[in-house]
């Protein structure tokens, strides 16, 4: 009797894989997902702390750029203004604790082509009273009465004026101003610009 066939029947490898065959098996692929997820969620949370951080440091540009801005504005605007009394009051005059500053602007009245007086030679002064103050969202601007005629910048806080009627150790042209361009991150800190410096009017 032929045994041969049935011994190697017996010693067959059956269902399971054989030696050089293509494929994988549930565990190998459970185990292969789970570490392409593990992959793809520290991909992820790198993604999401780059963006972060791009984004701060853009904020972080746009404050300092406003912060800058707003003294270059002011500088630019005082620069056109000068001591001088009218109704009563000296002009420049800080106001509202210092939080706001009151000038007045020489200006071409008889039309001259100059701000003074063809004949006399007196400065002329535009009869208007100017404002410089920020708003409840803190936004820098030039005021005409009530009407805001000029912006000089964006995220001011803690906005302070001087002049030599404040501190005699001023010059008598000299005006001194202090503001923080700030901008929460809401991450439990604010981005800020400090500016400290002054403008010497014209006369």
């Given at each position: 009797m032929n045994l041969r066939p049935r011994v190697s029947l017996?010693?067959?490898?059956?269902?399971?894989?054989?030696?050089?065959?293509?494929g994988f098996t549930f565990v190998e692929v459970a185990i292969s997902l789970a570490i392409f997820a593990m992959l793809l969620a520290s991909v992820f949370s790198i993604m999401v702390e780059t963006s972060s951080f791009l984004r701060d440091n853009e904020d972080d540009v746009v404050v300092q750029a406003e912060g800058n801005r707003a003294f270059q504005r002011f500088a630019d605007v005082l620069r056109k203004s000068g001591r001088v009394t009218a109704g009563g009051f000296s002009y420049p005059r800080v106001a509202n604790g210092g939080a706001e500053l009151e000038f007045k602007v020489l200006s071409d009245l008889d039309g001259n082509g100059f701000a003074y007086d063809g004949a006399t030679g007196a400065l002329e002064w535009d009869p208007s009273v100017y404002t410089l103050k920020t708003d409840g969202s803190g936004n820098l601007d030039v005021y005409n009465g009530g009407t805001r005629i000029y912006s000089l910048g964006r995220f001011i806080q803690n906005l302070r004026f001087e002049t030599i009627a404040e501190d005699s150790a001023l010059h008598l042209k000299e005006i001194r101003i202090a503001y923080e361009a700030r901008k929460p991150t809401g991450k439990g800190f604010d981005l800020v610009q400090s500016v400290s410096a002054s403008v010497h009017m014209r006369n």
């Amino acid at each position: 009797m032929n045994l041969r066939p049935r011994v190697s029947l017996c010693l067959g490898l059956g269902p399971s894989r054989r030696r050089g065959e293509a494929g994988f098996t549930f565990v190998e692929v459970a185990i292969s997902l789970a570490i392409f997820a593990m992959l793809l969620a520290s991909v992820f949370s790198i993604m999401v702390e780059t963006s972060s951080f791009l984004r701060d440091n853009e904020d972080d540009v746009v404050v300092q750029a406003e912060g800058n801005r707003a003294f270059q504005r002011f500088a630019d605007v005082l620069r056109k203004s000068g001591r001088v009394t009218a109704g009563g009051f000296s002009y420049p005059r800080v106001a509202n604790g210092g939080a706001e500053l009151e000038f007045k602007v020489l200006s071409d009245l008889d039309g001259n082509g100059f701000a003074y007086d063809g004949a006399t030679g007196a400065l002329e002064w535009d009869p208007s009273v100017y404002t410089l103050k920020t708003d409840g969202s803190g936004n820098l601007d030039v005021y005409n009465g009530g009407t805001r005629i000029y912006s000089l910048g964006r995220f001011i806080q803690n906005l302070r004026f001087e002049t030599i009627a404040e501190d005699s150790a001023l010059h008598l042209k000299e005006i001194r101003i202090a503001y923080e361009a700030r901008k929460p991150t809401g991450k439990g800190f604010d981005l800020v610009q400090s500016v400290s410096a002054s403008v010497h009017m014209r006369n």
